[in-house]
């Protein structure tokens, strides 16, 4: 019989992606949770921060582009290992500078770089997956929420304390990136992370990793994930701001939405992986779309920040198992290209952003924050339409015979 039981060299990859995942969330954090005290730092105006926040993903797609051409020559470990304190410096750069073109040239590498992080850091994780033959795809982004909660609570401490943007930044930098940096060493790929008797190690596998990427099946996938990065960055983006503006927090308070929606992610990532196992991934999509709408609807009708962050956390519950689950079902659909359509996959992840945060700055301005937030919740519950692109999909290759979970690339 053949032992199945991970080896050790694929735990300690998965050890050190978590880290990544860790580290990525942090920082990330840190940047969406003190928007307003860089708006305010470089002078940014409301009509203006619109464009500086669509800019970002603009360019993070880009990078995920170009990323899919590089992993043909380059690793996607290599790729993660040096984006990664690139990353991390420029959010420290964008914490630091006092002329708008600092901010701008700050911004820019971020979001170059970060495309290159998340489409490298989802490649290993849809491979390790792979490799481990069950569901662990969620417990990397639990890791990610475990990160975004570090980084929301020093942001909040940041703000109670009245600390300037470099005398955060610069500790969390300093601590977090030789950290990653020395992880990376234990980062494991793909053709070190397929098994022997799986389908990609196969005599199938050449015949699957030859055949073009076909965006046709990959694209009910890319919906879904622009629909949830439009409810995610309506969080990420407005949430401090809608809770100072629209429910009158404090700004102290108004730091506590981004953490309590990572929180509930962490908590359902955590279990993700277990419900999928148990009640399958089409299942879980659903719930999550589900609870999510709720949240938004809570969000939208709050009679102030108490309710408010009800909503958020709902959000939280619901939003965060779409991510992980999307990536991991692009991976079964593609299993001899499962880089290129994680790649492709992820500049979805930006179209979201660039769509949710300058539609619900546009629509919050000209008629209500309020009503905004019915936007994202229409679009997310749309997510239901495409549940069933998440069900395990039979084969059918070269041989003749058919095998689970994964759909012919022809």
């Known amino acids: 019989m053949t032992d199945t039981r991970p080896t050790p060299r694929l735990r300690h990859g998965r050890t050190a992606l978590a880290l990544s995942f860790f580290v990525q969330g942090a920082i990330f954090a840190l940047l969406v949770t003190r928007i307003p005290a860089l708006q305010d730092r470089y002078g940014i105006s409301d009509g203006l921060l619109p464009a500086f926040l669509a800019a970002v993903p603009v360019l993070a797609g880009l990078g995920s582009v170009g990323t899919e051409y590089l992993v043909r020559r380059v690793r996607p470990g290599q790729v993660l290992r040096w984006v990664q304190p690139v990353v991390s410096l420029a959010l420290l750069a964008a914490g630091s500078g006092t002329a708008l073109w600092q901010a701008a040239v700050a911004l820019g590498v971020f979001g170059l770089t970060v495309g290159a992080l998340d489409a490298s850091m989802n490649m290993l994780g849809v491979s390790l997956q792979r490799a481990y033959g069950r569901s662990i795809m969620l417990g990397f982004h639990a890791a990610y929420s475990l990160g975004g909660i570090?980084?929301?609570?020093?942001?909040?401490?940041?703000?109670?304390?009245?600390?300037p943007l470099p005398a955060l930044y610069a500790p969390v930098v300093v601590l977090l990136v030789p950290l990653a940096f020395l992880a990376s060493r234990w980062f494991v790929d793909q053709r070190e992370a397929a098994p022997p008797e799986s389908p990609t190690?196969?005599?199938?596998?050449?015949?699957?990793?030859?055949?073009p990427l076909s965006m046709k099946p990959l694209m009910p996938l890319c919906l879904v994930m622009a629909f949830t990065y439009i409810g995610d960055s309506t969080v990420s983006n407005w949430g401090a701001k809608y809770l100072e503006d629209v429910l009158h927090s404090s700004e102290q308070l108004a730091t506590l939405p981004y953490n309590l929606y990572m929180v509930t992610t962490l908590l359902g990532r955590s279990f993700g992986d277990l419900g999928v196992r148990r009640f399958g991934a089409v299942t879980v999509v659903r719930a999550g779309t589900l609870l999510a709408a709720g949240g938004f609807a809570v969000v939208a009708t709050a009679p102030g920040p108490a309710m408010g962050m009800v909503g958020f956390l709902l959000l939280g519950l619901g939003l965060c198992v779409l991510v992980p689950q999307t990536f991991a079902a692009a991976g079964r659909l593609f299993p001899g290209a499962s880089d290129a359509a994680v790649a492709r996959l992820n500049i979805f992840n930006y179209v979201g952003f660039l769509v949710g945060s300058p539609l619900v700055g546009a629509l919050g301005s000209a008629w209500s924050y309020r009503g905004a937030m019915l936007v994202p919740m229409a679009l997310v519950l749309a997510t239901m339409l495409y549940a069933r692109s998440f069900a395990p999909v039979p084969a059918r290759y070269g041989d003749g015979h058919e095998r689970p979970r994964t759909v012919d690339v022809g």
């Open 150 to 163: 570090t980084g929301a609570t020093a942001a909040w401490v940041g703000a109670r304390e009245e600390l």
């Open 201 to 211: 190690a196969s005599s199938a596998a050449p015949a699957a990793a030859d055949a």
